[in-house]
């Protein structure tokens, strides 16, 4: 289902006329991926773990045609997304993180059905496909303007979007950050059923417990490689999960000389 093959982005440092309209961290260039390569299947929910800058956002952008690799490729149920970006965006359904990908001047109801419609759904088809989704997600009855929910009602909106057109593949950037435990667990049995009925999910979280309890599969992705990719049993066997998985999310110390 989603392929990624040796992908590495570099961000080029600002040089001539580009420093007098842009802002930037570094004077260097930054590496923000490292030759990553992984894969998800269908009917599986891959967890993508790191510290923060360790490039989860970035291979996120990217899987979604946001961002285009500086090399390497990705395939997303057989289309490539540089050469095939549109096809792409058809398979994929996409929740980031701090993104307003809401009308909120709309109802929930009424920004599933207009999402629904958008992406290839006939009308009747989106009304029905809202009103499930919003069962399934704890909104059926609380369908008012976007701009008067909480963050965590928005947080679920923002997922039954990214499944209104019954995308094969689901790339969430902590889609559960702004939900209580209760609302946590819930999205928690939804993605498990929805990966059970064929779905590929890449779940970026930083709640280890999630992790280990919703995800088959782990990519630890550190400095911008990937230092583990492997089952959730793996790590279980390897002295406890949190354990062995938080050893590696450790980031190397820098060389004394760039300390200095």
């Given at each position: 289902?989603?392929?990624?093959?040796?992908?590495?982005?570099?961000?080029?440092?600002?040089?001539?006329?580009?420093?007098?309209?842009?802002?930037?961290?570094?004077?260097?260039?930054?590496?923000?991926?490292?030759?990553?390569?992984?894969?998800?299947?269908?009917?599986?929910?891959?967890?993508?773990?790191?510290?923060?800058?360790?490039?989860?956002?970035?291979?996120?952008?990217?899987?979604?045609?946001?961002?285009?690799?500086?090399?390497?490729?990705?395939?997303?149920?057989?289309?490539?997304?540089?050469?095939?970006?549109?096809?792409?965006?058809?398979?994929?359904?996409?929740?980031?993180?701090?993104d307003r990908s809401l009308?909120?001047?709309?109802?929930?109801?009424?920004?599933?059905?207009?999402?629904?419609?958008?992406?290839?759904?006939?009308?009747?088809?989106?009304?029905?496909?809202?009103?499930?989704?919003?069962e399934r997600l704890g909104?059926?009855?609380?369908?008012?303007?976007?701009?008067?929910?909480?963050?965590?009602?928005?947080?679920?909106?923002?997922?039954?979007?990214?499944?209104?057109?019954?995308?094969?593949?689901?790339?969430?950037?902590?889609?559960?950050?702004?939900?209580?435990?209760?609302?946590?667990?819930?999205?928690?049995?939804?993605?498990?059923?929805?990966?059970?009925?064929?779905?590929?999910?890449?779940?970026?979280?930083?709640?280890?417990?999630?992790?280990?309890?919703?995800?088959?599969?782990?990519?630890?992705?550190?400095?911008?490689?990937?230092?583990?990719?492997?089952?959730?049993?793996?790590?279980?066997?390897?002295?406890?999960?949190?354990?062995?998985?938080?050893?590696?999310?450790?980031?190397?110390?820098?060389?004394?000389?760039?300390?200095?």
């Amino acid at each position: 289902m989603l392929q990624v093959d040796s992908v590495s982005k570099i961000f080029p440092r600002q040089r001539g006329i580009q420093k007098a309209f842009a802002r930037a961290a570094s004077e260097d260039d930054v590496v923000a991926l490292r030759s990553v390569g992984f894969s998800v299947d269908a009917g599986r929910i891959v967890g993508l773990v790191g510290p923060n800058g360790a490039g989860k956002t970035t291979l996120m952008r990217i899987i979604s045609t946001l961002l285009d690799p500086s090399t390497g490729s990705v395939e997303v149920n057989g289309y490539e997304s540089t050469t095939a970006a549109v096809d792409v965006r058809r398979n994929i359904g996409l929740v980031l993180a701090d993104d307003r990908s809401l009308y909120w001047r709309l109802t929930g109801r009424q920004n599933l059905e207009f999402f629904g419609v958008m992406q290839g759904l006939s009308r009747s088809d989106a009304v029905g496909r809202s009103d499930e989704l919003l069962e399934r997600l704890g909104l059926a009855h609380r369908d008012k303007l976007v701009f008067g929910y909480s963050s965590g009602m928005r947080a679920r909106l923002s997922l039954g979007r990214a499944m209104i057109g019954r995308p094969p593949l689901l790339l969430l950037d902590e889609p559960t950050r702004a939900l209580d435990p209760i609302a946590a667990d819930d999205m928690a049995d939804l993605l498990r059923q929805t990966a059970e009925a064929g779905v590929a999910v890449l779940l970026s979280s930083h709640r280890l417990d999630e992790v280990e309890n919703v995800c088959d599969d782990v990519v630890a992705l550190v400095d911008g490689g990937i230092r583990f990719d492997g089952t959730v049993e793996e790590l279980r066997c390897n002295g406890g999960f949190s354990a062995a998985l938080r050893a590696m999310l450790v980031v190397d110390p820098a060389p004394a000389e760039e300390q200095s």
